[in-house]
């Protein structure tokens, strides 16, 4: 792939997939800088005009502009059997687990951004609840995983699922969610961080 451009935010975790992603292929791209926090360029008439509902990450890819986290790690996948299965039962699989990504796990990323920078949303407990009942679902998964044999979210090695669901469990201390009640994600935390080229971001421990 050849002329790839992101505009990003480095603390924010949607940019952050694209980023994990982009280093787990090998490839390199030029980085525009949005500020999200506190200067609000995402609302602006400049970054509109790249993005028209405001969503980041922004990936110019052979001149098309693929905009939100889920459509950029398509976008990359696409192509790539190893990350983003052919198979139907697989690839039904992964398509579950972007959604989930792009639906309930959402409350771990609006819990995030509240605690980290302030916000209006749902009352605190209720958005908590949500977030912690989304990262069980993903710790039972994956409990379950581990009885078969298994260390990934869908089949025998990472998939473009689980780079979508990384950062939720990864961030989690960002708003006083402890690893320790996750034994099964923390493990599987572990086996990302080990992935050839994993990048971090500010707020993802080296440790675990």
């Known amino acids: 792939m050849s002329d790839l451009v992101l505009h990003d935010d480095d603390l924010d975790e949607d940019c952050y997939r694209a980023r994990l992603f982009l280093s787990l292929l090998g490839l390199e791209a030029r980085r525009v800088a949005v500020d999200v926090v506190p200067g609000g360029e995402q609302d602006g008439p400049a970054f509109r005009a ?38 139907r039962a697989d690839f039904a699989r992964v398509a579950h687990w972007l959604h989930f990504a792009g639906g309930p796990l959402r409350a771990t990323l609006l819990m995030r951004r509240a605690c980290l920078f302030g916000g209006a949303g749902d009352a605190p407990s209720a958005r908590r609840r949500a977030a912690v009942g989304a990262l069980r ?66 707020g993802i421990p080296d440790y675990g």
């Open 50 to 87: 790249v993005s028209p509902a405001g969503m980041l990450p922004v990936l110019r890819i052979d001149g098309q502009k693929v905009c939100g986290a889920g459509a950029v790690l398509l976008a990359l996948a696409h192509g790539r059997p190893e990350w983003l299965p052919g198979e």
């Open 137 to 202: 679902i993903m710790e039972d998964h994956l409990a379950q995983r581990r009885l078969e044999g298994g260390t990934w979210f869908v089949g025998e090695g990472a998939t473009v699922a689980d780079v979508a669901l990384f950062p939720a469990a990864a961030l989690c201390r960002d708003w006083g969610e402890e690893y320790s009640a996750y034994p099964a994600l923390r493990r599987w935390v572990r086996a990302v961080r080990a992935l050839p080229g994993f990048v971090g971001m500010p």
